[in-house]
């Protein structure tokens, strides 16, 4: 129902920034939740930032908070991903996601999110 399309990815220096972005399909996307992840080699996914449907609730894993920001554009269905200070420890490959979800709370786990982008690599050298 939902397709999603991740770019801006790319190699960076440590303290540089990247803005990802995330372009969906579908005209009922405002009401979806969004949220992006990323898994590093050997490595399992795990939750970046989140955004519910309303944008009234966003939540952020602690080792980006304060760093990184999650937003949206419903009329260019696209969600972003602002990534300031970046660490080599960001070095992953970056999914967007989104649910068919009208929470009040945003989602910080996979199995809350039922469309995937392909993912775009973020390197961050030092």
């Known amino acids: 129902q939902v397709q999603l399309v991740e770019s801006g990815g790319g190699l960076v220096q440590a303290g540089g920034s990247l803005r990802l972005s995330c372009v969906a399909s579908?005209?009922?996307?405002?009401?979806?939740?969004v949220g992006w992840f990323r898994q590093a080699p050997r490595k399992e996914r795990e939750f970046v930032a989140g955004r519910n449907w309303s944008g009234g609730s966003t939540r952020y894993a602690d080792s980006v908070q304060g760093r990184f920001t999650i937003s949206r554009d419903n009329a260019k269905n696209t969600v972003y991903l602002q990534m300031n200070s970046l660490k080599p420890e960001d070095t992953a490959v970056y999914y967007c996601?989104?649910?068919?979800?009208?929470?009040?709370?945003?989602?910080?786990?996979?199995?809350?999110?039922?469309?995937w982008g392909q993912g775009t690599q973020v390197t961050v050298s030092s």
């Open positions: 579908g005209r009922t996307f405002s009401s979806y939740a």
């Open positions: 996601a989104a649910a068919d979800r009208r929470t009040v709370v945003a989602g910080t786990r996979s199995n809350e999110y039922n469309y």
